[in-house]
């Protein structure tokens, strides 16, 4: 099996990742059940706006992980804890990882409403959360389907539609293709 250089990955992730977008009519997001806020206290943030979706694709050569609305590759650390959900990334570490935050009209694609709620960061903001997990960005991902902050300080993944870290991937899938 040859694999496509990362560029070829960004391009068809960027585009998997508008014709998911312009072909869906989202909807929107539950609460976690596991101590996240319900998504009607999500605060709206202009930053976020511009990425308010996340939709579950399959990067041939990681497999299904989750990525916003632009197609950047949205991450966990393995230093929060899902239960209760808990951000433990703050200062300079938010910087270089900028959360998700919440938005009144979170778009899902792929993703099951029920594991998606938010968590209060310690300045007010909401989070979104995946399965109790606080969301993230990494700040060097700058293409559709970068994945440069994988494994950093063996705590960062990417992170799949069930809230489980991207850590190799077994099956990734045969297609060669960027999508569901």
């Not at 099996?1 to 072909?23: D, E, K, N, S």
């Not at 609460?31 to 996240?36: I, R, V, W």
Request: hydrophobic residues 35%.
């Amino acid at each position: 099996m040859t694999h496509a250089p990362r560029p070829l990955i960004a391009l068809a992730a960027g585009l998997a990742t508008l014709f998911l977008v312009a072909g869906c009519d989202g909807g929107g997001y539950g609460s976690s059940g596991t101590g996240g806020h319900s998504p009607g206290q999500a605060v709206a943030n202009t930053a976020a706006e511009d990425q308010s979706g996340l939709n579950a694709v399959r990067a041939f050569d990681i497999g299904r992980l989750v990525v916003d609305a632009k197609g950047l590759t949205v991450y966990r650390f393995d230093k929060d804890t899902a239960k209760p959900p808990k951000s433990n990334c703050e200062g300079d570490c938010a910087v270089a990882w900028p959360p998700v935050l919440a938005t009144s009209d979170l778009k899902l694609n792929g993703i099951d409403g029920n594991l998606v709620g938010s968590v209060s960061r310690s300045d007010g903001t909401e989070q979104v959360t995946l399965a109790g997990w606080p969301l993230y960005r990494h700040n060097t991902d700058q293409m559709p389907g970068e994945t440069s902050g994988q494994g950093a300080d063996g705590a960062w993944y990417p992170i799949t539609p069930e809230g489980k870290k991207v850590q190799s991937a077994e099956s990734p899938g045969d297609s060669g293709e960027f999508g569901l």
